[in-house]
């Protein structure tokens, strides 16, 4: 199994005191509600609502913590921190984290088929 490179399985799954099915589901629920999220802090930027830029930051990395991916938790805390200091984006910040976001929803994908403990 090739390792993880945008998120670390371990920590979600410790989390559900080592359940797997509690992992998968929990997997699941992000992948289900993570575009959402996500699109949510696009329409933000797109519309210039610093606030709601801040929230939809905040709110997306409570839920990539658990996952363990930490680079894409990073880029959001820099994102709510930038806008709450200057209020605007970085250009090209939506094309980036979109691209994290997929790699981070491919390796959970396959951490609820391979991650040892979890297979069914």
Avoid at 2 to 14: G, R
Avoid at 28 to 45: F, G, H, I, K, N
Avoid at 75 to 81: A, C, G, H, N, V
Wanted: charged fraction near 15%.
């Amino acid at each position: 199994m090739p390792a993880y490179s945008h998120i670390d399985p371990a920590v979600l799954f410790h989390a559900t005191g080592a359940d797997p099915d509690m992992f998968r589901a929990l997997c699941q629920t992000y992948l289900d509600t993570s575009p959402a999220l996500y699109r949510r802090v696009e329409l933000a930027l797109q519309g210039g609502a610093p606030q709601a830029i801040v929230h939809g930051c905040h709110t997306l990395r409570g839920t990539v913590v658990l996952l363990g991916a930490h680079g894409l938790a990073s880029r959001l805390s820099e994102m709510e921190l930038l806008v709450r200091q200057q209020g605007v984006p970085p250009a090209g910040w939506l094309d980036e984290t979109a691209r994290l976001m997929s790699l981070v929803a491919n390796e959970v994908k396959r951490s609820m088929a391979e991650y040892p403990g979890c297979n069914p």
